[in-house]
């Protein structure tokens, strides 16, 4: 007997906290620009200048951090680099940098799961994107007598322009021949246009 509609076995997998910091992250923008960066990590392990992120005074860093409709979207950003193993530590000019220590590998792992977040989101957004705009339609047909009555008189309309098709019967005779006012089967020449005819 199965719980719920799942067959037996089957186990509801819990989120992890690199996925629960994941889903904080309210911006594709923001997820991309992490998505990049891990990506950077885990092709280039050894490279130093990508395990330093800048992200208080890098201006496109910056920007996608802050690209969310909360206050807080920049540290969801800085919540989700801590939970892969990345650490905050105060740079050169005391500014915030995150770091990601020598002992600690980015994996392509972690790169897939930023991207299937950033896929899911961006069909979150689509999808409320569509019933904002059903919405406003919706309204909008409300306020104008309704949606109903302009598809009503839509198909009578239609149903008029049949009546008056039906009306005229079906067609059972063939094309004639309908002989112009020149009287040449409605071929013109170039003298008939008004032209000289010496060209």
């Excluded at 719980?3 to 906290?17: D, I, M, R």
């Excluded at 220590?101 to 792992?109: G, I, L, R, Y």
């Excluded at 306020?143 to 198909?155: D, F, P, T, V």
Aim: aromatic content about 6%; charged content about 30%.
């Amino acid at each position: 007997m199965g719980y719920a509609g799942y067959a037996p076995g089957h186990s509801v997998q819990e989120l992890t906290e690199k996925q629960k910091a994941l889903r904080q992250v309210e911006s594709v923008e923001c997820l991309e620009m992490i998505e990049k960066l891990f990506k950077n990590c885990a092709q280039n392990p050894s490279e130093k200048k990508y395990r330093k992120v800048k992200f208080e005074t890098n201006a496109k860093i910056k920007a996608a951090f802050e690209s969310g409709k909360s206050t807080t979207s920049n540290e969801s950003a800085v919540q989700c680099f801590l939970t892969h193993g990345w650490v905050l530590e105060e740079g050169e000019t005391n500014e915030r940098v995150l770091k990601l220590p020598e002992a600690v590998q980015q994996t392509f792992q972690d790169v897939r799961e930023v991207t299937e977040r950033k896929e899911t989101l961006q069909k979150e957004l689509q999808a409320a994107f569509r019933r904002r705009v059903a919405a406003r339609s919706k309204a909008a047909g409300a306020s104008s007598g309704g949606c109903c009555s302009a598809k009503e008189a839509l198909l009578k309309q239609l149903e008029a322009d049949k009546l008056e098709r039906a009306a005229k019967g079906p067609v059972t005779t063939g094309s004639k021949r309908v002989d112009g006012a020149l009287g040449n089967g409605g071929f013109s020449t170039p003298q008939d246009a008004g032209c000289c005819g010496s060209a």
